[in-house]
């Protein structure tokens, strides 16, 4: 089957603009995270979705980052207001179960803030 | 809290000789361990885990790791390298945070195979 993807998977934008990064998880899946992967910072947890619950944000960094998952499947990561720091590559998982499951990533969404 | 040290963010070897990266965990509750690798402009990709099982587990591409609680270690090896093995590799440890696994990487190895 398909595996999780992400869209776009470039993404060149302006200081000050808003930016949707969208992740397609694997089908079944009921958690999907949210990563960034920065130049000397490593992988970096952001916000995760479990089924219905609500997210665990403690990840996000600022309050000008948000993240939705509609009807249990797909998400968004907004980020508003971009700054040059946010420049990263944001990387999407799912998982079908909680504990020693494997978390299957996406191609990531290389985001550069100009 | 849960924590993950590699040890070397950058390795090189040569093509057939023996892959060692260095991965050292910390961790107050008995832990799950996974080794990722991240090929160029790619996700990244499971290549073994540890769940309390067998302590040496064998993953794909002939990779394998020990799980070693007195040291608390989880190297990952392969005996004899290949130019495709070329990537970066994580180690990360799994915390279970209200019954949700959450996962903590290391900040990764880059390893490089001179022909």
Known sequence: ?114 | AQSVTQLGSHVSVSEGALVLLRCNYSSSVPPYLFWYVQYPNQGLQLLLKYTSAATLVKGINGFEAEFKKSETSFHLTKPSAHMSDAAEYFCAVSTLIQGAQKLVFGQGTRLTINP
């Open chain 1, 1 to 114: 089957g398909a595996g999780v993807s992400q869209s776009p998977s470039n993404k060149v934008t302006e200081k000050g603009k808003d930016v949707e990064l969208r992740c397609d998880p694997i089908s079944g899946h009921t958690a999907l995270y949210w990563y960034r992967q920065s130049l000397g910072q490593g992988l970096e947890f952001l916000i995760y979705f479990q089924g219905n619950s609500a997210p665990d944000k403690s990840g996000l960094p600022s309050d000008r980052f948000s993240a939705e998952r509609t009807g249990g499947s797909v998400s968004t990561l907004t980020i508003q207001r971009t700054q040059q720091e946010d420049s990263a590559v944001y990387l999407c998982a799912s998982l079908s179960g909680y504990t020693t499951d494997t978390q299957y990533f996406g191609p990531g969404t290389r985001l550069t803030v100009l």
